[in-house]
């Protein structure tokens, strides 16, 4: 079977691919979630305290946590291909 992958653009209308699943923290057990720290204040707390519930607390297999060099520069393309490539989520956030 073939799996579905929803991407949302917040920059843009919401794009799908393919059909949307509903997502539930239940649905996240054995999943791999990804998260992209974009180094501003707080946000490296917040995203550990996050990984830990979710792995805790909805069976989580495995948390990426990945660094950006700055808030104000895109993620590099090669954090972008590891994600997509590893993950079956990815959260991105600002933190201050």
Do not use: H, W
């Not at 799996?3 to 209308?13: D, M």
């Not at 979710?54 to 895109?74: E, F, M, Q, W």
Request: net charge positive.
């Amino acid at each position: 079977m073939t799996k579905i992958t929803a991407v949302l653009v917040p920059t843009a209308a919401n794009r799908a691919v393919g059909e949307q699943s509903q997502l539930t923290l239940e649905s996240l057990r054995g999943c791999v979630v990804g998260f992209i720290d974009n180094a501003k204040p707080n946000f490296r707390d917040l995203v550990d305290d996050l990984a830990e519930l979710l792995v805790s607390r909805y069976g989580v297999r495995k948390t990426i946590k990945l660094r950006k060099r700055a808030a104000s520069v895109p993620a590099p393309e090669a954090f972008l291909k590891e994600l997509a490539e590893s993950c079956d989520l990815v959260i991105t956030g600002s933190g201050d």
